[in-house]
């Protein structure tokens, strides 16, 4: 007999494996999202912002001298506000926590990317920013740091464990049961507990939006392919690792040279892949996530 599974479950998956004080943060969240995603109000700030402070929409680019005789379209998220993808998400989220009266902001950061958009659109608004970013990756990622202090968030150091981004998200979910009534969890990735994967989903969406319309007009038909790069997943990163020096850095390199776009080292895996595969289809469409400016020292041997 079929067991019919709560609401956030995705097949056996999923869900909720919280602390007892998160659950009315929580519901309290998936309410206040269910009532505004389809507000007009609420789509009406947020795609006058999404146009005026992010930059959307991002152009779609033809990639003419790196297809080879393929038609390879890059969908251009480095040219955002703050040069990545991350700001989509994190606008959403800080509109949803003003609407929710919440004025102080917790996250988690690895790269640092989703720390900056964190600090950007708290400072946009006038939110309390707190990120919390293990140790090592602080130590790699300067830049990225100095961009968040600069922006005025505080950005809390984590001492233990790997001193990566595991850790950083373990105390910001310490932070936020501590101060669960006046502070929101932004979190940065299509992961954690129900709704966060929806919430991420919905306010990353825009990118598919566009670039389906973008295509079309472009060249009458959708691609034959999509590729997008996954990050924040133990299998992905150990998987890579292995191919990094044939598969990620010389795609990085290639579109470095033959395009002038530094591509962030999780799209150049993604762009490697896809030439690496030739799958004979002649139209195809890679996500450009964001710059590749935090990754150079590594590229270049540096790290």
Known sequence: MAVELAKGFYGPYGGRYVPETLVPALDELERGWNEVKDDPGFRLELEQLQATYVGRPTPLYLAERIGEGKRIYLKREDLCHTGAHKINNALGQALVARRLGKQRIVA?????????????????????????????????????????????????????GTKTLKEATSEAIRDWITNVETAHYMIGSCVGPHPYPELVRDLQAVIGRESRDQMLAAEGRLPEAVVACVGGGSNAIGMFAGFVDD?????????????????????????????ANPSGSELDLVTLSGRGDKDLAEVLGDA
């Open 108 to 160: 988690e950061t690895g790269a640092g990317q989703h720390g900056v958009a964190a600090a950007t659109v708290c400072a946009r608004f006038g939110l309390e920013c707190v990120v919390y970013m293990g140790s090592e990756d602080m130590e790699r990622q300067k830049p990225n740091v100095e961009r968040m202090h600069l922006l005025g968030a505080e950005v809390r150091p984590v001492e233990f």
């Open 247 to 275: 598969e990620a850095v010389a795609a990085f390199k290639l579109m470095a040279r033959l395009e002038g776009i530094v591509p962030a080292l999780e799209a150049a895996h993604a762009l490697a892949w896809l030439l």
